[in-house]
């Protein structure tokens, strides 16, 4: 079972940025399609950005051209840099495979913030 650690939140103004990064464990992680996850309280997760094994990227509506999600296959890590952040961007990001494997990390508190 794949286990997840996000880290690299925190509280920033809005327009600032955050990098978050994702460590897997798993010999698959480099032929995995692996995302980016955000849950606010009372709504459902929700996925805001991909990442194909290939390097093929997508990306939510609402972050589009703002977020950039990145892997490095030989560290069994993705990265989500997040600019221009926005007070609505606020929420507990995760990251798991697409779909979704049933194990979730603790995930990462972004808050944005004047």
């Known amino acids: 079972q794949v286990q997840l650690v996000e880290s690299g939140g925190g509280l920033v103004q809005p327009g600032g940025s955050l990098r978050l990064s994702c460590t897997a464990s798993?010999?698959?992680?480099?032929?995995?399609?692996m995302g980016w996850y955000r849950q606010t309280p009372g709504k459902r997760r929700e996925a805001v950005a991909g990442?194909?094994?290939?390097?093929?990227?997508s990306y939510a509506e609402a972050v589009k051209g703002r977020f950039t999600i990145s892997r490095d296959n030989a560290k069994n890590t993705v990265y989500l840099q997040m600019d221009s952040l926005k007070p609505e961007d606020t929420a507990v990001y995760y990251c798991?495979?697409?779909?979704?494997?049933?194990?979730w990390g603790q995930g990462t508190q972004v808050t944005v913030s004047s």
């Open positions: 990442i194909m094994s290939d390097g093929t990227t």
């Open positions: 798993g010999s698959r992680f480099s032929i995995n399609t």
């Open positions: 798991n495979e697409i779909p979704s494997s049933p194990s």
